[in-house]
């Protein structure tokens, strides 16, 4: 199919719900993307962290094309042994929960809320607090819960039951707590947010209060999790444990994935018939997580993170020293972001037309989220075009 078919049956037939950059993709390796003129692009925002071990990692490839070939699909009424062994690794690696299994980070959140208002049912209590500026999925229910205006106005009447508070305000939040609030979700790094860290202080003074109040506390790790921050889950960077935690993106590998893991004893809450997944823990998915979770331990990503993480930030640190529209460097490993005065999207179109493929949000945040088994060879040479682009524009 050549280029104008392509975009004309978009526009004929693809409900026009993303605002597109002129690029189409046709193969992708590692870091690495391939138009379908042949040209190379170096890929650091590789699906919204989605394919965080890079395009087609081969051992995620492998374990794929093993298991479509003894069983893609099987009901969640049966047991099978990739979903039982994948539960007890994100338990284990975690704070112990038990996993509830779906497709997607808005699904994953989902499944918090719902979970969350179980726990409240007994007392009444059904309302969730969000932080200003946040993000957690395009659901009706998740994207009411999301802290910015543009994303959910335009679908009023909204769900009841969610409130919003001022990131990092601790006084703030004490402000929105009443006797019907049940949980406090938190992005530890707001990703949508424009690459927003959470203070510790605060996020302990959170914890202590969800403690004294019994409301439960509701990490979303969509995007920070496995490896991103230097550790295996955000919160292990902070010490500080949820009652629930989301997650989805590289925990697939590029494989549609969500999982949500809350305490076992809220957990046993969602007894059978009160929530469901019907691709859910999928044969097929579960060997895809089991396959990233292998890659990370036996690649030692995670120390590639710290690694490549302060590699990274330092350059892009000498960057702002040499350009003045450069105003802010933020975020931790390789969750990173340049805060730029004026137009973001500029900036990311020369990007692009250069070879290099990032993101901006907030008008102004450009997000910098190379895959975490990055090499310094591949930083080196997004922070080249970054630097060529950026003298376009300054």
């Given at each position: 199919?050549?280029?104008?078919?392509?975009?004309?049956?978009?526009?004929?037939?693809?409900?026009?719900?993303?605002?597109?950059?002129?690029l189409?993709?046709?193969?992708?390796?590692?870091?690495?993307?391939?138009d379908?003129?042949?040209?190379?692009?170096?890929?650091?925002?590789?699906?919204?962290?989605?394919?965080?071990?890079?395009?087609?990692?081969?051992?995620?490839?492998?374990?794929?094309?093993?298991?479509?070939?003894?069983?893609?699909?099987?009901?969640?009424?049966?047991?099978?042994?990739?979903q039982?062994?994948?539960?007890?690794?994100?338990?284990?690696?975690?704070?112990?929960g038990?996993?509830?299994?779906?497709?997607?980070?808005?699904?994953?959140?989902?499944?918090?809320?719902?979970?969350?208002?179980?726990?409240?049912?007994?007392?009444?209590?059904?309302?969730?607090?969000?932080?200003?500026?946040?993000?957690?999925?395009?659901?009706?229910?998740?994207?009411?819960?999301?802290?910015?205006?543009?994303?959910?106005?335009?679908?009023?009447?909204?769900?009841?039951?969610?409130?919003?508070a001022?990131?990092?305000?601790f006084?703030?939040?004490?402000?929105?707590?009443?006797?019907?609030?049940?949980?406090?979700?938190?992005?530890?790094?707001?990703?949508?947010?424009?690459?927003?860290?959470?203070?510790?202080?605060?996020?302990r003074?959170?914890?202590?209060?969800?403690?004294?109040?019994?409301?439960?506390?509701?990490?979303?790790e969509?995007?920070?999790?496995?490896?991103?921050?230097?550790?295996?889950?955000?919160?292990?960077?902070?010490?500080?444990?949820?009652?629930?935690?989301?997650?989805?993106?590289?925990?697939?590998?590029?494989?549609?994935?969500?999982?949500?893991?809350?305490?076992?004893?809220?957990?046993?809450?969602?007894?059978?018939?009160?929530?469901?997944?019907?691709?859910?823990?999928s044969?097929?998915?579960?060997?895809?997580?089991?396959?990233?979770?292998?890659?990370?331990?036996k690649?030692?990503?995670?120390?590639?993170?710290?690694?490549?993480?302060?590699?990274?930030?330092?350059?892009?640190?000498?960057?702002?020293?040499?350009?003045?529209?450069?105003?802010?460097?933020?975020?931790?490993?390789?969750?990173?972001?340049?805060?730029?005065?004026?137009?973001?999207?500029?900036?990311?179109?020369?990007?692009?037309?250069?070879?290099?493929l990032?993101?901006?949000?907030?008008?102004?945040?450009?997000?910098?989220?190379?895959?975490?088994?990055?090499?310094?060879?591949?930083?080196?040479?997004?922070?080249?075009i970054?630097?060529?682009?950026?003298?376009?524009?300054?």
């Amino acid at each position: 199919m050549d280029k104008e078919k392509v975009i004309r049956n978009y526009n004929e037939y693809v409900v026009p719900s993303y605002k597109k950059q002129n690029l189409i993709f046709v193969k992708g390796k590692g870091s690495y993307l391939w138009d379908i003129d042949g040209k190379k692009y170096l890929d650091f925002f590789p699906g919204w962290a989605v394919s965080g071990l890079g395009h087609c990692h081969p051992q995620v490839v492998k374990k794929i094309k093993q298991q479509v070939d003894i069983l893609i699909h099987l009901s969640n009424n049966y047991y099978h042994p990739w979903q039982a062994l994948l539960a007890e690794k994100l338990s284990k690696l975690s704070f112990g929960g038990k996993v509830f299994f779906c497709n997607s980070g808005a699904e994953a959140n989902e499944s918090a809320i719902k979970l969350a208002r179980l726990y409240g049912r007994k007392t009444k209590r059904y309302k969730i607090i969000s932080m200003e500026n946040s993000f957690h999925g395009r659901t009706l229910a998740t994207v009411t819960m999301t802290g910015q205006r543009k994303y959910n106005e335009m679908f009023e009447p909204l769900p009841v039951g969610f409130i919003y508070a001022k990131f990092n305000d601790f006084s703030d939040l004490l402000n929105k707590i009443d006797d019907k609030v049940v949980g406090i979700i938190l992005e530890l790094i707001q990703g949508e947010g424009g690459i927003n860290v959470i203070d510790e202080e605060y996020l302990r003074k959170v914890k202590k209060l969800c403690i004294e109040k019994d409301i439960l506390l509701i990490f979303d790790e969509v995007q920070t999790g496995f490896g991103r921050t230097g550790k295996l889950f955000a919160y292990q960077v902070f010490g500080v444990e949820p009652d629930i935690m989301t997650l989805a993106k590289t925990l697939g590998g590029g494989f549609p994935v969500g999982a949500m893991i809350a305490k076992k004893e809220i957990a046993d809450l969602m007894t059978a018939g009160t929530h469901a997944s019907t691709f859910g823990g999928s044969p097929v998915a579960c060997c895809a997580c089991l396959a990233v979770l292998e890659a990370i331990e036996k690649d030692n990503l995670i120390e590639n993170v710290k690694i490549m993480g302060e590699y990274l930030k330092e350059k892009l640190e000498q960057l702002k020293e040499e350009f003045k529209i450069i105003k802010k460097i933020k975020g931790i490993g390789l969750m990173l972001a340049i805060e730029i005065e004026g137009n973001g999207e500029e900036l990311v179109n020369i990007c692009a037309e250069n070879g290099l493929l990032i993101n901006c949000t907030h008008q102004n945040v450009i997000r910098i989220m190379p895959a975490i088994n990055v090499k310094k060879q591949e930083i080196d040479e997004g922070i080249e075009i970054l630097k060529k682009s950026l003298e376009i524009i300054e």
